[in-house]
């Protein structure tokens, strides 16, 4: 985050991924937000303060939120990073749902999605990313998690990870 940048953390849960994206950037700002369901119900609000807490952090903050119709006006962030949460999203086109996730990022912001982006799901992920491009967005990667943060396809796919990708870039 640039000094004063303030950037936003989709589907939070615990908290750990704002946190530690406010503990790199402390002259910044991190928000989380998630909608913190039944389904997940180890997750809320008082935990993700409980452990900015813990972690002594002042930077970060959260609350309650939708990713598919994200409670913000267009060009809010300067930074925009979701770690597996859409997968989670039922029903949802799930291209679209990077698109609302990338309208609330400034011009010149950064991202970082990561997702298990299964071709059924998420349809032609390198033909998005040539649309990115083609939209004006620069760097647009596709990185691999599967292999790099498990090691090999065939142990992320017994976690069922297989299609494990990150999306990055700025905007």
Not at 29 to 39: A, H, T, Y
Not at 129 to 154: C, I, N, W
Request: charge should be positive; include cysteine.
């Amino acid at each position: 985050l640039p000094d004063g940048g303030v950037g936003l953390d989709i589907g939070c849960g615990s908290g750990a991924l704002t946190i530690a994206c406010a503990k790199r950037n402390p002259q910044g700002k991190m928000v989380g937000i998630d909608r913190w369901g039944k389904e997940y119900a180890s997750f809320s609000l008082p935990l993700c303060e409980k452990n900015t807490a813990a972690e002594g952090v002042k930077n970060a903050s959260f609350r309650r939120g939708n990713a598919v119709k994200l409670d913000f006006p267009d060009e809010s962030f300067d930074a925009v990073t979701s770690n597996y949460v859409y997968h989670n999203v039922m029903g949802a086109d799930m291209q679209k749902l990077l698109l609302e996730s990338l309208r609330v990022l400034k011009k010149g912001g950064v991202f970082a999605l990561n997702d298990d982006m299964k071709p059924k799901m998420y349809g032609d992920m390198e033909g998005f990313a040539q649309k990115l491009r083609d939209m004006g967005y620069e760097e647009v990667r596709l990185v691999d998690t599967a292999q790099e943060a498990f090691g090999s396809h065939r142990r992320a796919a017994m976690m069922m990870l297989g299609s494990s990708r990150l999306l990055v870039g700025r905007k």
